[in-house]
């Protein structure tokens, strides 16, 4: 889908001719995964308790972001389309609070990463 809408590159996921699988696609995965986990371990890190931590910490941020991402995105369709009749609450209130609230959180997770993954190490804070 993001190959025909022109935001990646379509080689990668271009189909095995025999097994109809993305086989371009999940080489370079393989390889991103062998570069990360092989960055980690050349860092002395412990790739199971670091790495993991690490990468789930990366994730709940990612979400947050996102989820602050799509109420600024309500409030924005609101902003651009001047419907006569706005519902206060559902289009407005709600939408500026939920993104106080994950923009105050993403803030708290990225100040107190250390804390989220459980490691004080500074190459995973």
């Known amino acids: 889908m993001l190959a025909e809408d022109g935001l990646v590159p379509s080689a990668p996921g271009a189909e095995h001719p025999r097994h109809h699988s993305p086989h371009r696609a999940g080489l370079a995965q393989s390889a991103l995964t062998a570069m990360v986990v092989g960055s980690f371990a050349v860092a002395g890190l412990d790739p199971y ?6 990468m789930l910490g990366l994730g709940t941020l990612g979400i947050v972001v996102l989820q602050a991402v799509a109420a600024a995105a309500v409030l924005g369709l ?3 389309h001047r419907l006569p009749k706005a519902h206060l609450w ?3 209130v ?3 609070l939920g993104l106080a609230g994950l923009v105050a959180s ?6 107190n990463f250390a804390m989220l993954t ?8």
């Open 78 to 80: 609101r902003l651009r």
């Open 94 to 96: 709600a939408p500026v």
């Open 106 to 111: 993403a803030w708290l997770v990225t100040g």
């Open 90 to 92: 559902r289009e407005i």
């Open 118 to 125: 459980g490691s004080p190490d500074p190459l995973i804070a």
């Open 49 to 54: 308790a670091d790495l993991t931590t690490s």
